[in-house]
């Protein structure tokens, strides 16, 4: 189905081709190609107030402004810990961003890295891990308030979900890859607990994350999240150490990755929201999951 707006990309496809080969022929068949390629791969975004609901907490403690405990919060309890979401919800915050990582069989559990060294008393990357290993580690180790949480595990998603629901907390899932396990898991989860469809959105900065997700259920919320000059640059605006031609092409990368996530991603995908830093001047809205938690509780 065709949207509103739709009418600018074809004319400007239909336009590029027509200058750049003088064929209209050749310009119609582009332009309808890339017609049929949107109408077929496309999926519709959810309901605007649906997204508002996760988005815009109505609920009196907010206000209307969402306060998003990072990793659970982890500034006041090790993060990605059930504990984390208990405090989360006693500090006021609104919802949690969690993190999923996947063990050797395939159990999604909260974890942000690759490896379990830096959260716990393991070591070793987490797809190595079975999940019974992973239970027998100590999820506090490494945290400043580890003597007062002591004993607490590295829970799996579905635990992490229960209690959020059970606090009445929106989820942030942030999902960094493994697109296909995770759609898979995300999406049995919505199917046994539909509440997720009013209280959580899936992030990710990977196109493919949010297009698996929107293909294993199109009704799941969803956010694309974009760092503008996140190939060239690190996150604190360093530039990567490299030739002065590969960061040349990276920065070219960059900017049609930018053009990208504001004329073609959102649309494909039909995202409800972009995490952006910057803009707002598109159909992006501006939010930065940050640590919240300290700073409401002080
Ligand atoms: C990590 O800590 C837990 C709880 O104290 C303990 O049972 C486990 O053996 C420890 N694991 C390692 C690898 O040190
Ligand atoms: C989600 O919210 C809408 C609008 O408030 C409501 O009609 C719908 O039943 C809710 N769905 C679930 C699964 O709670
Ligand atoms: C993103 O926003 C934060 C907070 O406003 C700012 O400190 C940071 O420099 C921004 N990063 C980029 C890449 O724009």
């Given at each position: 189905m065709l949207q509103i707006g739709d009418e600018v990309y074809l004319s400007v496809v239909f336009l590029l081709f027509i200058f750049g080969t003088r064929s209209a022929i050749g310009a119609s068949a582009v332009t309808a190609s890339f017609y049929l390629f949107i109408v077929m791969f496309r999926f519709p975004q959810v309901p605007v107030n649906q997204a508002n609901q996760v988005l815009r907490p109505t609920g009196p403690a907010s206000a209307g402004v969402p306060v998003i405990a990072h990793r659970g919060g982890r500034h006041d309890a090790p993060e990605n810990t059930i504990v984390a979401i208990r405090e989360a919800s006693r500090n006021g915050a609104t919802g949690v961003e969690l993190d999923l990582g996947f063990t050797a069989e395939g159990t999604a559990v909260l974890m942000h890295d690759d490896t379990v060294d830096r959260t716990t008393n393991g070591t070793g990357a987490l797809a190595t891990l079975r999940l019974a290993e992973v239970r027998k580690l100590d999820a506090t180790q490494r945290h400043r308030l580890r003597e007062k949480f002591k004993g607490e595990r590295v829970p799996t998603l579905q635990e992490a979900v229960e209690e959020c629901i059970k606090h009445q907390l929106n989820i942030f899932f942030?999902?960094?890859?493994?697109?296909?396990?995770?759609?898979?898991?995300?999406?049995?989860?919505?199917?046994?607990?539909?509440?997720?469809?009013?209280?959580?959105?899936?992030?990710?900065?990977?196109?493919?994350?949010?297009?698996?997700?929107?293909?294993?259920?199109?009704?799941?919320?969803?956010?694309?999240?974009?760092?503008?000059?996140?190939?060239?640059?690190?996150?604190?605006?360093?530039?990567?150490?490299?030739?002065a031609w590969m960061h040349c092409w990276l920065g070219v990368l960059d900017l049609l990755l930018d053009w990208a996530h504001h004329h073609l991603l959102w649309n494909l995908c039909g995202i409800s929201v972009g995490v952006h830093n910057i803009s707002t001047q598109y159909r992006y809205l501006d939010i930065t999951l940050r640590d919240v938690i300290p700073t409401v509780s002080r």
């Amino acid at each position: 189905m065709l949207q509103i707006g739709d009418e600018v990309y074809l004319s400007v496809v239909f336009l590029l081709f027509i200058f750049g080969t003088r064929s209209a022929i050749g310009a119609s068949a582009v332009t309808a190609s890339f017609y049929l390629f949107i109408v077929m791969f496309r999926f519709p975004q959810v309901p605007v107030n649906q997204a508002n609901q996760v988005l815009r907490p109505t609920g009196p403690a907010s206000a209307g402004v969402p306060v998003i405990a990072h990793r659970g919060g982890r500034h006041d309890a090790p993060e990605n810990t059930i504990v984390a979401i208990r405090e989360a919800s006693r500090n006021g915050a609104t919802g949690v961003e969690l993190d999923l990582g996947f063990t050797a069989e395939g159990t999604a559990v909260l974890m942000h890295d690759d490896t379990v060294d830096r959260t716990t008393n393991g070591t070793g990357a987490l797809a190595t891990l079975r999940l019974a290993e992973v239970r027998k580690l100590d999820a506090t180790q490494r945290h400043r308030l580890r003597e007062k949480f002591k004993g607490e595990r590295v829970p799996t998603l579905q635990e992490a979900v229960e209690e959020c629901i059970k606090h009445q907390l929106n989820i942030f899932f942030d999902v960094k890859d493994q697109a296909d396990k995770a759609a898979a898991a995300l999406g049995a989860l919505y199917q046994k607990y539909p509440v997720l469809y009013n209280s959580s959105i899936v992030c990710s900065f990977e196109p493919k994350v949010i297009y698996k997700m929107r293909q294993a259920d199109p009704a799941v919320v969803t956010a694309l999240k974009h760092r503008p000059w996140s190939l060239s640059r690190y996150g604190d605006g360093t530039p990567r150490s490299l030739s002065a031609w590969m960061h040349c092409w990276l920065g070219v990368l960059d900017l049609l990755l930018d053009w990208a996530h504001h004329h073609l991603l959102w649309n494909l995908c039909g995202i409800s929201v972009g995490v952006h830093n910057i803009s707002t001047q598109y159909r992006y809205l501006d939010i930065t999951l940050r640590d919240v938690i300290p700073t409401v509780s002080r």
